[in-house]
């Protein structure tokens, strides 16, 4: 391992819930003792102490964290450690049970893959399945949600009905248990017959965790996701474009790309422009259809001989919704820039309607 930077899964919510590090060798998450309960920054010291290794290649946070600042600090955490935005990933739940799924055997999600999310009282299920479009993958989700009165006496029946019915309406080739509510070491009578009743059925507490060094993997090698999208719950669902001229040729930009976790999505810039009063973003969704999104520039003076020069910053504020600048830069010593500063909400889901 010494000749070799880690690929690291951290599980975390305000402190590390438990972390993974990626064999290379037996192809498998591998869990890391000692690090609950320790900040992100910690829990990676001791993690590259206890291997003896001083570089990370790759990193995944699992945080169910959606608060800006707080996802600011997971980054903060992960900066001070001199650890650059490509070698690092923050996922969502869903994002990160994702890449575990998709990971596996083929045969145990071929026909759609289901977990269930449960802590005692509400339980969230997901479904995750295939889509194709263009010749490219993408792996879509559907939540449902319900509520089991912990306090009837009759949760673990309600729990077996609901789960029954469940499994009448939605097809799948395995499914996931995982939450507090789940006991590993005995689940409710009726429970097992249902769960394995067509498909397999795992139980762990470590899936969400696993997921993330999976998907610190695939960050450096592409193995299951070369072709595939991600366009569960908290990820970008359109890629975001604008037509561009470069060296005489006409060209389509891409800024920001569908399947990317919302909190990552993010792009920084410069262009030349023309004599132009607006610029035109546009959304393009799985099946191709594209939504222009007019942005009007007309405060920013022109200036001749491709001297117009503007800076675009863009960042998502959730997986709906992204926040555009687009700065006056001015071009060097001979035109100071004019201070204009335009901002634009974009909704991202008015290309999805």
């Not at 990370?56 to 903060?76: A, F, M």
Request: charge should be negative.
């Amino acid at each position: 391992m010494k000749d070799q930077g880690l690929i690291i899964g951290i599980e975390y919510d305000k402190s590390v819930i438990q972390a993974c590090v990626y064999d290379m060798r037996a192809g498998i998450p591998v869990a890391c003792d000692e690090v609950s309960g320790l900040s992100i920054a910690d829990a990676i010291r001791r993690i590259l102490g206890r291997y003896n290794v001083d570089e990370i290649d790759s990193l995944c946070v699992k945080s169910g964290l959606s608060d800006i600042e707080e996802l600011n600090d997971i980054s903060d955490q992960i900066n001070s450690l001199g650890i650059n935005e490509n070698q690092y990933m923050i996922t969502g739940p869903i994002q990160s049970f994702a890449y575990y799924a998709y990971s596996q055997q083929k045969e145990l999600y071929k026909s759609g893959v289901v977990l269930m999310d449960y802590d005692g009282q509400i339980i969230n299920i997901y479904r995750l399945s295939y889509n194709t479009a263009d010749g490219v993958q993408y792996i879509v989700s559907a939540h449902e949600q319900y509520t089991i009165d912990s306090q009837s006496g009759m949760s673990d029946k309600k729990l077996v009905e609901y789960v029954s019915d469940y499994f009448s309406r939605n097809t799948a080739s395995s499914v996931y248990l995982t939450g507090k509510g789940f006991d590993v070491k005995k689940l409710p009578d009726g429970l097992s017959k249902v769960l394995v009743n067509g498909r397999k059925a795992y139980i762990g507490q470590n899936l969400y965790v696993r997921g993330a060094c999976y998907a610190a993997y695939e960050n450096i090698y592409h193995d299951i996701f070369d072709n595939v999208t991600l366009l569960v719950d908290g990820c970008i669902k359109v890629n975001i474009e604008t037509d561009i001229n470069e060296r005489g040729k006409a060209m389509r930009f891409r800024i920001i790309k569908m399947g990317t976790e919302w909190y990552m999505a993010r792009r920084s810039v410069d262009f030349i422009i023309e004599d132009m009063t607006t610029l035109a973003l546009k959304l393009i969704t799985a099946d191709g259809k594209c939504t222009d999104k007019i942005i009007d520039i007309s405060s920013i003076p022109y200036r001749e001989g491709k001297t117009t020069r503007i800076r675009m910053d863009i960042y998502a504020v959730s997986q709906d919704k992204c926040m555009l600048t687009i700065k006056d830069l001015g071009f060097g010593e001979m035109f100071r820039t004019s201070g204009r500063v335009i901002t634009e909400e974009i909704d991202l889901s008015e290309a999805c309607l």
